[in-house]
Each structure stands twice: as structure tokens, then as C-alpha cells.
């Protein structure tokens, strides 16, 4: 049969499949294909010349007739694009470019060897996966929807039918009567795949009664969802499933006409579809007697003009009738009054292209996946800040974590996961509490958020969800069309709340105001679109509340969005709100104590931080982008180390303040910069330290080789410089109390006395002797100069202390050192430069371990018998819970440190006074002032927030300053706050420097193994301004409006 | 400069736009809903929406021409003042605007010295935001007529700009 002849009837159609299929045997071998991704997303990663370039290597090695190159629709993982897939062996290629073509062909084609390079790269190990069934990515996956996709060429309507196209359509017309496709359709349970789930043989049932002579079948295309893309892809990728899909649904309904409405951003789309059309009615698949029967079906394209109301149902149908696209209110529903006032079915393009595939394999078949209520799968698209962005299919039921990581591979530049946008602008934010949510409508209804068309947006801590709220109503209000006042007006009155807030102009009542406004909304607006459109708003107050009261209250956007808020992301993220990008560039023009004066503005211990800051700005620079952040801490680190004249900060003297009787209590890095702040104010604070030294954690427990201790004392006395008193061995409980404190005329008093307590496990043996936990450890090795240590030493633990532990013991002479954690390395909360520098140093790593008992004999520790664990669901914090998996086995140890984390121990400290400022394991303060409970008590740092960092405590020791000058003088003086002119040069049309990021230098592994010389060395001059003048400057020309409190 | 430049190529006279558009609705006469792809047709043949163009529109399709400007208000796809050669879109949808969207945009203002919605003045360049162009997985993206740009850096706008400054060079060079 010639092609392109009208194939009019069943045994025609069964014909022509069977010649498609020989002819492919026997000319080319369909396995010997090259298959090219030419969907959307490749094509602008430059596919269509790389399909060339593979045709043209193919003619020059003379092989052009014996394999094919097919386009195909998408493959999935658009992020990797242009991806090719060699069909005889199932090898997968991503990021190919026109020069790889020739060297597939030359190694793999000719040479059969898979070229490595371009093969995927198994997450963590980096190891290459080539088969494209064993990358984690696809075999996972469940093709219904897109079975076609990625195997056959879009625009070939043999292909389609060499690979079962129309057999529903044939089936359906010589075998099934409408309800019998009805009820097929009621077995599978398929629910409407635009949003809302609505059954769809209910739909096509209630159509099917109406009374008509008239009715029409129509397709929803127009994906208007921001961050959706699954509809472009099957009509870009598989046309032909969607027709076929809308013929049986019109042979059910009784329609002989239908229209598929596509937006008019998907050129492509509509490019493809019109040649299927045009191929089925020349195939006489549409058109007049299908198939040699009385059904008649014709479909015509109707193009969007950019309207995302018109993905409403009855706004679409308005706009087919070439009106404006406004919604109307329901009932009459569709199925009674449609288009042209006639019943009508309204369906996605995902829902139809499921139909082929439930009335070929029955309706049990599709119902047996899935959840209870929701049958099948679902095709989400992956985007926004995840690894393998793209497009995927899986069973209806499937876990928002399993998505994320499994498949999607997590989150990229080691950033954290922070919340899921699913269901675009009427959906809402899942945050990482609820990774564990099945997919499916219900689960997600309850989480105040909807599947959606499956638009599925992964935010990392750089997203502001108080912006992307603001986001989201900026589009519903741009988009609303205005029929209805709740949506006109309403919405309009949530932006311009949203937009204060954002701007720091927000007040307190606006959270209330907005979630009222809200459900006024979803209650009375008149179409889909008003309705869903204050939940982006209310669910990320349900979720991220503190987010929206701290840019209302302290004036903040952590995350580093919101204009007027932030100058530079860095700067924002900086606890201590160190004017970042204002010090680097100062360094980068040789003005070093202008940029150490800068600095110290913001935070006394500018060369502590160049050590051993945990430099949030550095995970936050937008330099990322381009490569690699700004060495921030490096740079610090040699200003610091400039410093000869000492650089003392600006300080206002107050002879009234400086009668002030001010306490401090503790004198690690909270109370110092409590004391500092205050003494900048004029005030002359004195500090009480338990120990014989002052310096808290900064000299008790991190160790003198990240920070030694000459460089801790010089910036103490800095501070003592500017009139501050510090007073040692005076203990909190023991030497005096509070009331002491307050009968000797102490106004105010800050308590900073960290969290000092190391916490052990409850298991056999961990009270044994040999057995002691780091903080203890570490600090009598620190105050002491010697501590009892093992040499087979087993620390247990994760964090930092748990590294600088095991690394003083192997200092110390410890033989063997082995760290046993039960999560993995990834999820160590340690500073991953610290465990590169402790396996250098010849420690060993043992994660995913969990230690069930310390082994004894005689009074002395042999070993720690431990399990392996396996990882497990997510847990609240978003990381996957550790379980027991069955292996068990013994590490050798004579010695074992715990390293578990660290508590407030608080039985001591209050013992003698009436007050009982603490819950739980902290002191509650208010994090606008440091206030406790009771009024002229305040706290800052460890103590309030739970063991954090150095640049915290400082954070926290100068809010509390603020709030005590504010308690004493009834205001706020705090002029270091306010933004710092820098007048460097900055050059705005230059393009940025080209100097890759270098690393600090560090002294050599045997001569650092046996002694605490710091480990790390400065940067030499030349190096310092080269990593200075890498710094994008995100600062330039903006202005803060609102202070930061 | 600008004024010098001649601007005549691609502008063509009302009575020839009016003959084209009636060879359109000649073939759009009787279909039901015809106005929106008509306006499509025209939109794509001129660039923007004419009024003359409009008028005969209502008058052959027997709408009245109130009804024919309320369809061309409410779609965002139609304009009625001429645009840039080059349409550049900045898409804002979701996934673009966590990835940096609006970094793109402010820097493409920066760049052509232009605000959302307008040319500049050598008629080159308009700048319009769009609301997601499917492209999500390859964020941020740019379209720039019907070309997608995928992961667009906001350090090498101008180098981006620039290709397409020198294609019209090339085409003027052609041209003299």
C-alpha cells in the first residue's frame, strides 16, 4: 500500500502496520537507529544541529542507509539536553554537541565501545551509567502517557502506527458502544489530569445524555501554569495520541467535531500537532466515515494569545468562539452548555493521551496503579533547583521525596531543599517536613496544595517565599480578567500588602489581613482561577510563617530576595550583617584598614571569622553562578593578617552611659559582642567568665590549629580597649547569682553562657571508663594542655565537634581514629573542609553507622559494636531518617568520644535564684531585642538559640546590646546599622574577572599530624586581590530603605 | 543616528495591508470564531495590529468594532503600536524566577535602556515578560523572537545582545 493512501477500514489499518513494520526490517533495522531528542527543551540546547552533524558523519562513513537518525519528542531529562539515544544498545548520551556526533559514530557506532565521557553520572560516586534502563532517572519511571515520547518521530504518522497508534480508535469504533467506553473509562479511574480530578467518564457521561444534535470534543492545551510543560511535550512528542485519544472520547460523547486550544507560546506544538491532523484526515483517521465506519470526527487548532484565564473552561470556550476569554459562571456546566451553547467535554491533553492506552489494555489494568482514589500516573514536570530537571512519569502515590532525590538526584551546588512549588499559581509550597507526601489529589489537598497540571517547582534557601507569594499574586493579578470583584479587587488588595511586606513596610495585623482576605477570596470569586488564587499565599504562611515576620519584624529577607531589604544575597545571609561585597572590594583596592574598619562595624572578630566562619555569604554568592563563590573567608583572613595598627570601630562616648552598671555573663563570642556593641554606645559593661580564660567555645573547644589562641586574645583585648571589664573564674551559681547581681545595682544583665554541656547516648556502656563526650574532651586538652587519650579512639558524631575531636585525638598520638555516624557524609553537619582536611590527616569515616553498645571487659573498653543503617524516610528536617539495616560489626576502640550534640545545663546556673528564666533547653528570647521573660534580663547566642556559630553569637550578642540600650534609654542608638557609603570604584559594563577561586594554602600533612600549628595559611597579596576583584559586586547601586533589626 | 537610518524597509502602506488582510478574510468569511485567528494572521504579517487593519476586520466580519478592540485588549499577544525587530521575552514564570528570572530582566533593561512593553529607539529591540515558555527544566530562558536562549547569565547579556546587533548588521551590509 503506497503511502499516505486512506486506510478505511480495520484490515487496512492492521495492513499498513504490518508493511511499516517489514519495511523498517527490512530496509533499516528500526533497533539500528540513532534516536535525537527534538523536543522543546533540546532544541534550544542546539539539537537540531547535532541531529545534522549526525546524519552528515553517518554519509561520510557511508553508513547513512544502513542507520537511521530519528528526532524524537522528549526523552525526560531536559537539563542534559541535547540527548541521543542509541536504540540497538539502550546507551544514553547527554550533552552532546555537533562534534560528539562524529565520535559516537567513529567509537561506538563503528568501534563499539560506549564513549564514556557522555554517559550519565551516577549521583555521589560519579560513577558513568550507560544503559539508559539502569540510570536511576528512567528506571523509576512509568510510561503511559509518554510511551511514545523519545521513541517515535513525532511528525510520522506510520511511525505512531507501527507502534499500535489508532488500535483504540479501531478497536473502539468496530467493538465498543459509548458506554461501553464509558464504563472501560469508569474501570480505570482516570481523573482529569488539568487540576482538579474530576472523573472523566463522569464528564464524558453527562455529555453523553445531554440531548443534542451538536456536541463538541475539545482539548485544553493551554498549559498555562508557570514551571508546567508535560502538555507541550506530548503534543510536541506524540501528537497522534491525542487525537486518537479525542476520537474515541468523541465517538463516546457523540461529537463529530473537536478543537484543540494551544497557547500561543508553543510554536512547536502547534507546528506538529497541524501536520498530525493533516496526516490523520489524509490517512482518513479523521474526517468523514473513520475506518469505514458512520463515525465522523474532525479536530481543528485553535491558538492562545496569551491569556492564562482561558485555561478556565468556559473563559477557553469564549475564546474559541473568538471572544474576550472570560469565565462565566456554572451551571449550566459544559456537558449541558458549551461551546456555541452546545454540550460540550473539555479535557488535557494528558487525559487524552491516556485514553489509547486504557481501552487497548483495559481499564483494570490502568487502575491497578496508583492509590486508592487516584489511578494511573502522573506526569510532573521537574524544574527550578534540582539536578535532573525535566520531565518524568510515575505511579500516581509516589512521594514528593522520592521525586526529589530518587529521581530528580536533589538539589544542586549542595544547597539545601527548602519547599516545592506544585500546581503553579493555584497550588501551594510543601516544605521539607512533608517530603514524605504521597502524590496524589487528596494527600496534596490536605496540605493546602494541588496536583495541578504537575508543575512541579523545587526551591532551594535562595527563594524568598514571601516573594514567591508575591510572585504568584503579581501573576493572578495580572492575568485576572477582571469579571469578578473578589479576584479584581481582592487580589489586588493581597499584591499591595505582599509588596510592603516585601519592601520591610509591612505591619503586624498584615498576616491576619492576609489570610482573611484569602478565604473571602476562595469563597465568592466566580471562576477556578480567583478561587485557588490566594492559596500560594496562605500556604506559605501555614508553612513559613517566621519567613513573613521577620521581614515585617527585623526588617530581613534571609534568603536575599526582596529589593529595599537586601544590598548583596552575601550580605543578607551574613547573621552578623557583615557589609560584604563593601570589604572585599576595599581589599581588592589595597585599602586594608578601611576594609578591616568596615568589618568591625558589624562584628569584632574579623580575624576569628577569616579562620573559622561557616561564611554563609560564600553559599550565597551569585559568583556560583558563573563557577565558583567568592572566597570570602579567604579574604577576610588576609585582611586580617594586615592588620598592624590595631582598627578600632567608631565608638559614640556617653558620659551618662557610662554610668550604667551592665552585666555580662560569659565571655565566649556572645557576651563579648555584647559588651563590644554596648561599649560602642559609651557604656562600660563588665563580663563575669566562669573559666580562667576568656573566649567561651572560641578558646575551650575549637582547636588551636583551626584558631590559635594568640589571635583570640588579641581581639578580647581589643574590647577590653574600649572599656570593657572582664572578670575570670567567676561562675554563674557557684560564685554569685542573679539576685547578687541586682542587689549591687546591676541594671541590666546579658546572659551568654552558650551551651556547654556534652550530650552522651543512652546505651550500654557509655558511662564506662575511657568514655568521655568531645566538648569535655576538648576543653580540659584546651584549658588544661593535656588530656588522657587512646589509641584507638571511636568518636560518634557528625558535627564539628566531633571532627576537631577526633582530630586533637590523632595529635595527640591516637593510632587509629574512626568517626562513626549514623547518617551519611552528605548530611554531616560538619564544615565539609574539615572532613577533607581529617581524612588527609589519615581519620576514618564511617557513615551510616550507629553505634548499639560500647563492649567492656574487665573494666575496659575493647570496642563499639555498631549496625549499619540504610536510609529511610525523611524526617523534618528534610534528610532521610537512618534505619537499621541487619549488618552488625565491631569497631576495635579503647577510647570512645561522644560527640552528639551539646545542651544548656542548667541545674547549676539558677540553683540559688528565685527566677527560672529557662524552657526546656534554652532561654526563650524575643529575636528582635534578646528580651527574656523577665525585663531586664536578656540572652543571646548559644544559650538562646541552641549550639550554633561564632558569627551567630555575635548576631546575637549585638541584638542584645541594641535591646539593652533600648531597655535602659527608651531607644534605639544603634548607628552601626545604618548603611555604610563605599566609595571603590566599580566599573559596571566590564566583564567579570576570569581568575578561577583558589583554595587557602595549608601546610603539609606530616608536618601538621604531630603539633596545633595552624593548619591553614593567609593568601599571599598578589592571590588576596585576585580572589577580591572575582566578586560580582551585587551591591552596585542598591540602597537599603529599610534598616535591618 | 536614528534619524538618519532609513526605516522604510518592512513598513509597508495602509492600502497595502488592507488589500493582504482582505485576501485573509476572504478565506476566514463563514468560519465561526474566525476573529482571533485573523487577528493572529495579521498580528504575524505586520508585527502589531493597525487600527485601519482592525476597522476593516469589523467591518467584514460584521463585529462591531468595540468588540474587535475588547478581544485586542484583553489578549496580551496583540499589540496596536508598532514593536522592535527583535521581540526579546523574558520568561517569569516559576522556575525561571527562582533561578534568577529577574536578575535577567533587569539586566536586559539595563542593557537596551528600555522598560517592560517598549522598543528602542533604532527600532531593534522591544522587551515584553512571558509567563512560562515550557522550558522550565533549562531555566532561566529568554526567547528572542522565536529563538529559545536556556540558562541565560546575566554577565553575558550584552554578548547575547550583540549576535543579534551584528545579524543586522550583516543584513544592512547586504542591503547597501
Known sequence: MAAGQKISSVKELNAVCDEIRRNQNSGLNPRDEIRVCIGGGCIASGSLDVKAAFEKALKEQGLERKISVRGTGCLGPCARGPVVMIAKDNIFYQGVDTDDAKDIIDTHIIGGKVVERLT?????????????????????????????????????????????????????????????????MKKSGLRGRGGAGFPTWMKWSFARKSPSDTKYMLCNGDEGDPGAFMDRSVLEGDPHSVIEGMAIGAYAIGAAQGYVYVRAEYPLAVERLGIAI????????????????????????????????????????????????????RPPFPAVKGLWGKPSVLNNVETFANVPAIINKGGDWFASMGTEKSKGTKVFALAGAIKNAGLVEVPVGTTLGELIYDIGDGIPNDKEFKAAQIGGPSGGCIPRQHLNVTLDYESLNELGAIMGSGGLVVMDQDSCMVDVARFFLEFVQEES???????????????????????????????????????????????????????PVLSTIRYFRDEYEEHINNKHCEAGVCPGLVSAPCQSSCPAGVDIPGFVSLVAERRYAEALRLHRNRNPFTSICGRVCFHTCENKCRRAMLDKPVAVRGIKRFMADQEIVVQLPEVHE????????????????????????LARLGYRPKVFEAEERPGGMMVQTIPAYRLPREIVAREIRIIERMGVDIETGKRLGRDFTLTNLREEGYEAIFIGVGSPKGVRLDIPGSNAPGVTDAINFLKTYNLKGSVPVGQKVVVIGGGNAAVDAARTTIRLGAKKVTVVYRRTMEDMPAYMEEIEDAVHEGITFKPLTNPDEIIVVDNKITGVKCHSMKQGKF??????????????????????????????????????????????????????????????????????EGPMSVVHAVAGGEIAAVGIDKYLTGENHAFWRAQQM????????ADPVAYPRVNMPVIPIERRKDNFNEVELTFLEPEALRQAQRCLRCDYGKTITQERK | MSDVRCNCQGEISEEDMLKQIDGILDDYKGTSGALIPVLQIAQKMFGYLPEAVLKRISVVLNKPYSEVAGVVSFYSFFSTVPRGKYLVRVCLGTACYVRGGKDVLDSLKKHLKIDVGQTTEDKLFSLDVGRCFGACGLAPVIMINDDVHQRVKTVKISELLDTYRNKKDETSKEAN
Not at chain 1, 470526527?297 to 494569545?305: A, N, P, V
Not at chain 1, 556617653?654 to 556593641?677: E, H, Q
Open chain 1, 120 to 184: 550519565w553520572k551516577k549521583q555521589g560516586t560519579g560513577e558513568a551509567v550507560a544503559v539508559q534502563n539502569d540510570i536511576d532517572f528512567f528506571k523509576r519511571q512509568t510510561k503511559i502517557v509518554l510511551r511514545n515520547c523519545g521513541v517515535i518521530n513525532p511528525t510520522s504518522i506510520e511511525d505512531y502506527i507501527a507502534h499500535d497508534g489508532y488500535q483504540a480508535l479501531a478497536k473502539t469504533l468496530t467493538s465498543l458502544s459509548p458506554d461501553n467506553v464509558i464504563e472501560e
Open chain 1, 278 to 329: 493533516e496526516d490523520a484526515r489524509k490517512r482518513g483517521l479523521l474526517s468523514q466515515k473513520i475506518l469505514g465506519t458512520n463515525f465522523s470526527f474532525d479536530l481543528e487548532i485553535r491558538m492562545g494569545s496569551g491569556a492564562f484565564v482561558c485555561g478556565e473552561e468556559t473563559a477557553l470556550m469564549a475564546s474559541i468562539e473568538g471572544k474576550r476569554g472570560e469565565p462565566r459562571p
Open chain 1, 481 to 535: 480578567c477582571g469579571k469578578c470583584v473578589p479576584c479584581r479587587v481582592g487580589t489586588k488588595r493581597m499584591l499591595e500588602i505582599l509588596t510592603r511586606i516585601c519592601e520591610g513596610k509591612g505591619r503586624e495585623s498584615d498576616i491576619d489581613t492576609l489570610i482573611e482576605l484569602g478565604n473571602q477570596i476562595k469563597d465568592t470569586a466566580l471562576c477556578g482561577l480567583g478561587q485557588t488564587a490566594p492559596n
Open chain 1, 654 to 677: 556617653n558620659a551618662d552611659n557610662a554610668k550604667r552598671k551592665i552585666a555580662i555573663i560569659g565571655a565566649g563570642p556572645a557576651g563579648l559582642s555584647c559588651a563590644y556593641f
Open chain 1, 875 to 944: 524526617d523534618r528536617t528534610g534528610r532521610r531518617r537512618p534505619e537499621n539495616d541487619s549488618a552488625t560489626f565491631v569497631v576495635e576502640a579503647d577510647h570512645v568520644i561522644f560527640a552528639c550534640g551539646q545542651t544548656l545545663d542548667s541545674s547549676e546556673l539558677f540553683s540559688r535564684d528565685e527566677l527560672q528564666p529557662i524552657s526546656g533547653y534554652r532561654i526563650m528570647t524575643d529575636s528582635t531585642t534578646g528580651e527574656t521573660s523577665i525585663p531586664w534580663l536578656f540572652c543571646g547566642g548559644d544559650a538562646a
Open chain 1, 982 to 989: 563605599v566609595d571603590t570604584a566599580y566599573d559596571v559594563n
